[in-house]
């Protein structure tokens, strides 16, 4: 059985990084993030269009934490506050002790290595602390950076594709048994 509950919100912190909890000043790197075209190139979601759209997520993701359906962090810099990415754990299964990943970070950010710090820790608190034995992500087969940033953190790509979508989404697993 999962251990899934977020209040008190669990801040994380790495050698470089603070996982934070996303707040309402979040909203201009939230609209950046969902409404970019070079972030969103891969991503299958509604884009926001207008800060109003981003303050409406924030709302929608604070609320999703305070139900434990899922757990998702502003990741911060530790000599500045402001949002450069957000990684988050959802889609969480009793049945077979699993999850799902996803990440994404502002394009001045990219290629620092941010983003392989903040999902090694974040997997370690998915399998220490909630219990996950397996965490899986969904990706474009086109998203190089995606995948490569997946093997490195140990996920295998698997045989079975994603079809929900209009994109066929390259299923990735990181299993523990
Ligand atoms: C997926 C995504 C987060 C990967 O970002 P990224 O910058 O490539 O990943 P990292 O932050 O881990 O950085 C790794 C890169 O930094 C480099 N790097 C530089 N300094 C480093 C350091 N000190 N430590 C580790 N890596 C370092 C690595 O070599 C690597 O570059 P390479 O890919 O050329 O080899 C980013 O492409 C993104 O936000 N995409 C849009 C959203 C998205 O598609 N999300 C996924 C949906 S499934």
Known sequence: ???????????????KLTLRQ???NDDKEIF???SDKQVNKYV??????????????????TEVVKQNEGIYWAITLHANDNLV???CLFN???????AEIGYELL????GQGIMQEATSKVIAF??????????????HPENKNSSKLLMKSNFKKQENIDSNSDNMFVVFKLSLT
């Open 1 to 15: 059985m999962l251990t899934i509950t977020f209040t008190p919100f669990p801040v994380l912190k790495t050698e």
């Open 22 to 24: 996303l707040s309402l």
């Open 32 to 34: 950046v993030l969902r």
């Open 44 to 61: 299958d979601r509604d884009p926001c269009n207008s800060i109003e759209d981003a303050r409406k997520f924030i709302h929608k993701i």
């Open 85 to 87: 990415g957000t990684i």
């Open 92 to 98: 969480f299964s009793n049945v077979n002790d699993q």
């Open 107 to 110: 394009p001045a950010f990219l």
């Open 126 to 139: 998915g399998i220490d602390v909630i219990g996950l034995k397996a965490i899986e992500a969904y990706t």
